[in-house]
């Protein structure tokens, strides 16, 4: 299984960037695909996640409102829409698959893409 993540760059705050994961390597239907990031100093944190067979999504609180999260069945991939970015939502953001029954915990997950960098300068 790969998961590719693309997308980050720098951004001014109120400004907007989508990141997307390019999933391959088997399907995933059984899985969550979930959203983390992870700034400087701090923790690996939860930010949203998806059921790739239903679609339900999961939204962190810290995101709620600004980001959404989203998937292309087609095309294998998942999206996370990211709207009126904040200096605080700095941080390399991580795609992950898993057969998870708890999508906010991390430790659940069993692939990883390779994070893709987020600054929002103020």
């Known amino acids: 299984v790969q998961l590719q993540a693309s997308g980050g760059g720098l951004v001014q705050a109120g400004g907007s960037l989508r990141l997307s994961c390019s999933a391959s390597g088997r399907t995933f239907s059984s899985y969550f695909m979930g959203w983390f990031r992870q700034a400087p100093g701090k923790e690996r944190e939860f930010v949203a996640a998806i059921s790739w067979s239903v679609g339900t999504k999961y939204h962190a609180d810290s995101g709620k409102g600004r980001f959404t999260i989203s998937r292309d069945n087609a095309k294998t991939t998942v999206y996370l829409q990211m709207n009126s970015l904040k200096p605080e939502d700095t941080a390399v953001y991580y795609c992950?698959?898993?057969?998870?029954?708890?999508?906010?915990?991390?430790?659940?997950?069993?692939?990883w893409g390779q994070g893709t960098l987020v600054t929002v300068s103020s």
């Open positions: 992950a698959a898993g057969e998870v029954r708890n999508y906010r915990r991390m430790y659940e997950y069993d692939y």
